[in-house]
């Protein structure tokens, strides 16, 4: 499994992102996805986690109500939607799969991971 995530960049405090994240080697009904970020000086968390053949998700509270999930089946990709970002989503944020299609919000559970991408929320 190969993971490319990409999309991220600087934006200023209510601003919208969107980042991709594009999968090889497995079906997305196939695997579980999380998407992780990590902050300078802290711990990598979970932000949103999702089961893409049964629909269902974990979100951390930090971005409930601002942050969504979606998918392209035909270019086998999922999408981080990141609205209302504040300066305190700024991190690297990384796409993780699992083959169990179970997701799970720990990120030791995920053996494929992407690159990661710098998301900066500044004015």
């Known amino acids: 499994v190969q993971l490319q995530a990409s999309g991220g960049g600087l934006v200023q405090p209510r601003e919208s992102l969107r980042l991709s994240c594009a999968v090889s080697?497995?079906?997305?009904?196939?695997?579980?996805i999380g998407w992780f970020r990590q902050a300078p000086g802290k711990e990598r968390e979970g932000v949103l986690c999702?089961?893409?053949?049964?629909?269902?998700?974990y979100y951390s509270d930090a971005v409930k109500g601002r942050f969504t999930i979606s998918r392209d089946n035909a270019k086998n990709t999922m999408y981080l939607q990141m609205n209302s970002l504040k300066p305190e989503d700024t991190a690297i944020y990384y796409c993780a799969a699992k083959s169990s299609v179970r997701y799970s919000s720990s990120w030791d559970d995920y053996p494929y991971w992407g690159q990661g991408t710098l998301v900066t929320v500044s004015s």
């Open positions: 080697g497995f079906a997305l009904d196939d695997i579980a």
């Open positions: 999702a089961s893409p053949r049964d629909g269902k998700l």
